[in-house]
């Protein structure tokens, strides 16, 4: 499948590329974010059911759409999945976006491969919002318990724009959020 709302679909980096988002990873997906919960905004585990219902009412209609709000992708390296993200709470108006990014546990838990995967897929979505969406702005927010994470953002020309204390309970705790950004002219160099 394509979306619509672009004119390039894929983007390849090295060894690297993401494709839109196919019904056939779904479930890796799934239970890549019911490990992973922890560092998702996800309030509970989502059953195979729940999982192919998102899928067909909410993600399926995005590749019509001439201004989705989000743009799913699925990640691979050498051609095996190894993941998923995109870019979520678009704003065609303001020409901003926030990256999403999940990678199988596995590697998520291997730091040199984790920072391999997430650097590539920071440079795959940076062209995909800048270069294809001609998008100004692209944020994340993350929980602040996530340093390796946030040192990767930061080493990939993400700047820390924002705390948003004590903004989500985890295991009865507050814990913040950081926000971080990159703009398109900063992407380019200028």
Not at 119 to 137: D, G, R, S, Y
Not at 139 to 146: A, C, L, P, S
Request: aromatic content about 14%.
């Amino acid at each position: 499948m394509k979306y619509s709302a672009l004119q390039k679909n894929s983007f390849r980096q090295g060894n690297y590329h993401i494709d839109p988002i196919s019904e056939i990873d779904m479930e890796p997906i799934r239970k890549w974010r019911n490990a992973q919960i922890e560092v998702l905004r996800q309030p509970s585990e989502i059953t195979q059911e729940e999982q192919s219902r998102y899928f067909n009412r909410v993600v399926m209609p995005l590749f019509d759409q001439e201004k989705p709000n989000q743009l799913l992708f699925s990640f691979f390296k050498q051609d095996a999945l190894i993941g998923y993200g995109g870019v979520v709470h678009l704003s065609w108006i303001d020409r901003r976006a926030e990256m999403s990014f999940l990678v199988d546990d596995a590697r998520a838990s291997d730091q040199s491969t984790y920072q391999q995967d997430f650097t590539h897929f920071i440079t795959l979505i940076k062209q995909l919002c800048f270069e294809e969406m001609n998008f100004n702005k692209l944020f994340t927010e993350t929980y602040d318990f996530r340093t390796f994470h946030i040192s990767i953002l930061e080493e990939a020309g993400f700047v820390l724009e924002g705390r948003m204390r004590k903004h989500i309970k985890m295991a009865e705790t507050f814990r913040d959020s950081l926000l971080h950004s990159v703009l398109k002219e900063e992407y380019l160099g200028k």
